[in-house]
């Protein structure tokens, strides 16, 4: 029997599916589990390798003598000891960013190692265990826009694998642009583009005096009067869904009458 609930848990491919299904025919078959970093449909915490040469000749081994009277012991079961070692690699990782208690939720497989070990911009490194099913989920709670880096380690800290690197870029919307702003006597229009679908935020001074969803990748926000200052100074963010807040940028300041463009 398979169980159908670990796959969609831990995202098992179709191929990831084939490889257990072989992994358990071939206990069925009289195979033994081989080695735990084992490059084997026999590996115990296997879903990465389909049938290798170690296995079909465990397996050759396991039929190669005759049967005594049309019977065999179903306990005897044979180990395949010649395998190719497993290189350990960080893989399949995907992340995504929850604004409400400001984590980066970060997911992947572990082949060859049983810790991950976790990295953000200058902070220490933060190690985490990998589960039985070679998979870990990391939640890790952050500030600013720095990289994470993602590789594995050995029982001592040793770097052992690849190093996979997240970006503010992957985590983090971009920064909106603006493009042209002019200022009258009833107010500042800011010509903006913009990611879409995404929720824009105007600040003056710090303060938030508008706030909008965003559909079109091309926005015009008006700013009355009121809501200025002699001295204003104004600033705008974006946020995607799944995506952190990005940089604030600022707008060029204009007094009543001037105009700004950036030509491209």
Same mark, same amino acid.
């Given at each position: 029997?398979?169980?159908?609930?670990? &796959? =969609?848990?831990?995202?098992?491919?179709?191929?990831?599916?084939?490889?257990?299904?072989? /992994?358990?025919?071939?206990?069925?078959?009289? #195979?033994?589990?081989?080695?735990?970093? *084992?490059? !084997?449909?026999m $590996?115990?915490?296997n879903r990465?390798?389909?049938? +290798?040469?170690?296995?079909?000749?465990?397996?050759?081994?396991?039929? *190669?003598?005759? @049967?005594?009277?049309? *019977?065999?012991?179903?306990?005897?079961y044979? %180990?395949?000891?010649?395998?190719?070692?497993?290189?350990?690699?960080?893989?399949?990782?995907?992340?995504?960013?929850?604004?409400?208690?400001?984590?980066?939720?970060?997911?992947? +497989?572990? =082949?060859?190692? !049983?810790?991950?070990?976790?990295?953000?911009?200058?902070?220490?490194?933060?190690? &985490?265990k990998?589960?039985?099913? !070679?998979?870990?989920?990391?939640?890790?709670?952050?500030?600013?826009?720095?990289? &994470?880096?993602?590789?594995?380690?050995?029982?001592?800290?040793?770097?052992?694998?690849?190093?996979?690197? @997240?970006?503010?870029?992957?985590?983090?919307?971009?920064?909106?642009?603006?493009?042209?702003?002019?200022?009258?006597?009833?107010g500042?229009?800011?010509? #903006?583009?913009?990611?879409?679908?995404?929720?824009?935020?105007? &600040?003056?001074?710090?303060? #938030?005096?508008?706030?909008?969803?965003?559909?079109?990748?091309? $926005?015009?926000?008006?700013?009355? +009067?009121?809501?200025?200052?002699k001295s $204003?100074?104004?600033?705008? %963010?974006?946020?995607e869904? /799944?995506?952190k807040?990005?940089?604030?940028?600022?707008?060029?300041? #204009? *007094?009543?009458?001037?105009n700004?463009?950036? $030509?491209?």
């Amino acid at each position: 029997m398979i169980n159908r609930a670990v &796959f =969609e848990k831990y995202g098992y491919s179709t191929d990831d599916q084939i490889h257990v299904a072989e /992994h358990e025919l071939g206990h069925a078959l009289g #195979l033994a589990h081989n080695k735990v970093n *084992s490059k !084997s449909v026999m $590996n115990p915490a296997n879903r990465f390798y389909g049938i +290798q040469p170690c296995d079909v000749r465990g397996m050759n081994k396991r039929y *190669s003598t005759a @049967i005594d009277n049309d *019977s065999v012991n179903p306990n005897q079961y044979v %180990d395949v000891i010649e395998y190719m070692k497993v290189k350990p690699r960080v893989s399949r990782v995907s992340y995504k960013y929850n604004a409400t208690n400001k984590q980066l939720l970060i997911k992947g +497989q572990a =082949e060859g190692f !049983s810790k991950i070990a976790v990295k953000y911009g200058h902070n220490k490194v933060r190690i &985490f265990k990998v589960d039985k099913h !070679s998979a870990f989920n990391v939640k890790y709670h952050f500030k600013g826009y720095g990289t &994470f880096t993602v590789y594995g380690v050995n029982r001592k800290g040793k770097i052992v694998s690849n190093k996979y690197k @997240i970006g503010s870029n992957k985590y983090a919307t971009e920064k909106p642009v603006v493009y042209k702003n002019t200022r009258n006597k009833n107010g500042e229009k800011i010509y #903006l583009s913009n990611v879409a679908p995404s929720t824009i935020r105007v &600040f003056n001074r710090g303060k #938030l005096v508008k706030e909008f969803v965003a559909d079109s990748s091309g $926005n015009t926000i008006f700013i009355s +009067q009121k809501k200025l200052r002699k001295s $204003n100074s104004i600033t705008i %963010d974006q946020k995607e869904f /799944h995506k952190k807040t990005s940089v604030r940028v600022k707008v060029p300041k #204009l *007094s009543i009458g001037e105009n700004n463009v950036i $030509n491209y």
